[in-house]
Every structure is written in C-alpha cells, then in structure tokens.
C-alpha cells in the first residue's frame, strides 16, 4: 500500500497551483462574456423609439447644437494667439519642434509644408473679464468669450478630411458607425414626439458624405432626419388636397397591416422604423410646418442673426442657427449645423486670409447670436452648444500663403449645458502645432458630451455580433475632459 501524499510534496504543490490559476482564468472570463448593464436599451419601445428615457445622472444638459465648421479653419488665426509665431514669421521651425513630433503618430503633420513659420494676417486683441484672445476674423463672438470654454489641445486620429469629420461625428476614422446624435437619441429619446430627436441642417454636407451622420448600427429610426431652413421644412410634407381627408383612416391600416406582418419577424429594426416614420410624419406635418415659421420672429431677432444681411450666405447659415434655436425649444434632442455652403469650406491650402475672412464673415455673427438668443430666452443653461470642425491647420506656410492639415492639435468652444465659462483647457506649443498641455482626445470629447447630457459613455453601448460597440470605443479607452463641466 501506498502512504497518503504529504501535503508538502511537490504533487500537491503543483496541482493546488495549477487549480489556482484555472480559477483566476475562469474568473477573468467570466467577466469577459459578462453581459454588462444597460440602462438605456432596455427601455426603448420599437413603435416609440424616441420615448423620453430617464438619464442615468442628473443632467447638466437637455439638448446639443453642434456647429460644424467643415474643412478646418485655422486656431491660430481664430482663437489660439501665438505671439512667438507672429515674432517667427518667415523663418524655418524650430529643430525642437520637429522633434517633438518625431515619434508621433503626427510626424507627417510637417509633409506638403514650406519650412517656413507663417504669421496670422490677422489683428489679434483681448477680450471680456476673462481676457480671451480672438482674432479680428471673430469681432461678434469676441464679445461673449466669457461665456465660452476653450479647449486648445484637441486632436484627432488623421489629417484626411473624410476620416477626420468620420471620427469627430462618430468616434471612429472609418466609416459605418453611429453618429454622436444617433448616440444621444438613442440614450435619451426626445421630450417632443411631434419633431425628430436628430436634426440636421446643411446645404452642403461634410465631406465623406452621410457615413458622417448615419445611425450606423444602432436602430434605424436613430437615423437624423434633414429640415431645410427655407421655405417648408420637409418637402412633400402635406398630402393633396383631394387625399387629405383619408389621411388618417389609411395610415391606421397600413400600421395594422405592418404590424401584422411585423409578428412574424423579430428583431426586424427596419420594419419597426418604417412603423415609426409614418407615425411621426402625420405628426410632423403640423408641427415642423409651426417649427419653420422663422419669418414669425420679430424683425430686431431675425436682422441680430443676420436673416436679412446683404450676404446670402450669411443669411442662409444665420436661418440654420435660428432654426436651431426654435427646434431645441420645442425639446428637440440633437440638431447639428453645417456651415458648409460649397465644396471647399475652410481648407485653406492657399490665400488663408480670402479663404476664412468670408467665412468668418458668414458664421461670426449667427453664432453670437445664438448664443445670446439661448441666453436671454433661459435655454443657454440647459441647450449644449458645440463649435468645431474635424481638425486644425498648420503654423507653417503652405503653397501661396496658405497652411496644412494638422491633427496634433487645434481648438474648439463649448457653451452652455453645464460648461464652465470663461475657461481655457489645453494649450498647443508656443507656434500652435502640438497639443502639449492637457490633450484631448476625440473619445474624451464625446464621453464629455454625453456626461453633460447625464449618461455615463462606458454604459451606453449597443450589442453588435456579440460586440458591445460604444461611441468612445473601448472601455477605459476615455475620460471626461477636466475641467469643462461645472
């Protein structure tokens, strides 16, 4: 017979470690397949997607307006005041510069550039208690700089257009997944069920296209819907004359029908969507017919825009903002302005100063407007307001007084919604190249975003092919930004 092994023996020691690290495995796989929680998805009726939904957190915000600024105007001719760049002007970046960006993954940032600094063309002065550096491009947005948080340190993941505006609306540089106002809607819903949760208004869309704005993967009725800033808001919106009477009776059996065949078919999103368009397109007949009405504001309101300016564009992007303001009253979720009127944008390659001073011209006044107009009506508090485009531009010279690309960093502004006013986040280097203070990256914006909207981005996600696909990626993978929500 053979003596019980000791519980010293080398046997024992082996396999009372081997089943130690099975159980760690175990353990780290369980929480690996672990179906996390969702607060959100749960919630969301098929037939009544846009159902207001209960934040996770008490919100800062109720509603975004995102301005996007599409072709990447210039932060050191707009809001970032570099004065060495302005002392440099003519001469070769500094050696130090260069190699602070050697082991980047922005060191192309320097290819199709002159060696040569090129100082802002434009007048650069302080402004209100805070004391906000703008450039003369901005005289209108220069006086409400105490309203606004700046953040210097932007970056993106690419220099390409299409990618770049691809990751800034979506979080990712490829295309296919869901946009920032998809994320909100299908979050939070909408407070108003005679309007869409997601607007967009544009005469010329990004570049890139509708991958830009798409819902993605997410539901099919989290997909925006386009309202045209003149005239009718959607066109083809009321039935002739002769049909409108059997309106009603015919849409009731086209639900019963669709939901009919709808039994059949589970997890039929586009079905449930088509359900849900009808539905909210008899309700939008009247209610966007109300919501277009600009011409019913009063003249003093509409001129402060610049509805009447002697420049059309100015008056086309002046409509887009005050039609952002009407929607986001009536408890519209998510509406995103492009400025956007021809295919160039503020891709100033050459002749900056003709390429962003008309611009300016057409955006500076509308976006203070608004801004004061949110203020004075008690909407600016609970009303996000987004300035940005997909990146920034070069300190260095490009072809005839032009810049380049440059991803490694640029700025934005935020107001209202809970931002912290008169603040500066970030900073580029002393010529307004590289975020060296404080960067920020596209996720950490988002999940900024959604935290002043009172969701937490880690726990918003959707299930895609057993993949918990999420605006900000992979868990842990971004932050708040510090300092910008109060």
């Known amino acids: 017979m053979f003596a019980a092994p000791s519980h010293g023996t080398r046997r024992y020691f082996l396999s009372r470690m081997g089943s130690g690290f099975g159980a760690l495995a175990w353990t780290a796989l369980s929480r690996l397949h672990a179906t996390p929680q969702q607060p959100n998805s749960a919630e969301i009726d098929p037939l009544n997607p846009f159902r207001q939904r209960t934040p996770q957190f008490q919100p800062r915000a109720k509603s975004v307006i995102f301005l ?92 390409n257009h299409a990618p770049a505006s691809y990751q800034l609306h979506t979080g990712d540089i490829r295309p296919g997944k869901a946009s920032l106002g998809s994320w909100v809607t299908y979050g939070l819903g909408t407070s108003n069920q005679n309007l869409p949760g997601y607007v967009m208004l544009f005469d010329a869309g990004p570049l890139g296209g ?11 009725a989290f997909q925006p819907t386009r309202l045209r800033d003149n005239g009718v808001p959607v066109l083809d919106l009321l039935p002739p004359s002769d049909f409108a009477a059997g309106q009603r009776p015919s849409l009731d059996l086209i639900r019963d029908l669709n939901l009919v065949h709808r039994q059949t ?22 209610a966007a017919l109300d919501v277009g009405q600009i011409e019913s504001e009063p003249a003093s309101l509409r001129r402060s825009y610049g509805c009447e300016h002697r420049d059309t564009r100015t008056q086309s992007f002046a409509r887009k903002c005050l039609l952002a303001r009407r929607l986001v009253e009536r408890g519209v979720r998510f509406v995103q ?3 956007m009127p021809d295919k160039d944008g503020w891709d100033a390659h050459a002749k900056l100063a003709d ?39 070069t300190p260095m010279m490009q072809g005839d007084l032009g810049r380049q690309h440059n991803a490694a960093g640029f700025t934005l502004w935020m107001t209202g919604g809970g ?40 726990d918003l996600h959707y299930n895609v092919n057993g993949r918990f696909e999420r605006l900000t990626g992979i868990a842990g993978g971004a932050r708040v930004v510090p300092n910008v929500l109060g």
């Open 210 to 220: 509708a991958a830009n704005y798409s819902n993605g993967f997410l539901p099919a």
């Open 355 to 393: 390429n962003h001073g008309p611009r300016a011209r057409w955006t500076d006044q509308p976006c203070a407007a608004l801004i004061a107009d949110l203020k004075q009506r008690g909407l600016l508090d609970e009303t996000l307001v987004i300035w940005a485009s997909e990146f920034g531009r």
């Open 265 to 286: 078919r589970s997890n039929s999103t586009g079905l449930d969507a088509r359900i849900a368009s009808y539905e909210l397109a008899y309700r939008l007949q009247s």
């Open 419 to 458: 931002v912290r006013p008169g603040q500066r986040v970030g900073a580029t280097d002393d010529f307004g190249l590289l975020a060296v203070d404080s960067p920020v990256t596209i996720n950490d914006l988002h999940a900024t975003v959604l935290a002043a909207l009172g969701l937490a981005h880690e």
């Open 68 to 159: 996007f600024m599409v072709g990447g105007p210039s932060q050191i001719d707009t809001f970032d005041y570099k004065p060495e760049l302005q002392r440099q002007h003519g001469k070769p970046p500094p050696p130090s510069l260069r190699k602070a960006l050697e082991s980047t993954r922005f060191a192309n940032v320097f290819h199709g550039c002159k060696n040569e600094l090129m100082a802002s063309p434009f007048r650069w002065s302080q402004h209100g208690q805070s004391g906000m550096w703008v450039s003369d491009l901005m005289p209108e947005m220069a006086r409400h700089v105490d309203d606004l948080c700046f953040i210097h340190s932007l970056q993106a993941d690419s220099n």
């Open 337 to 339: 302005v492009y400025d």
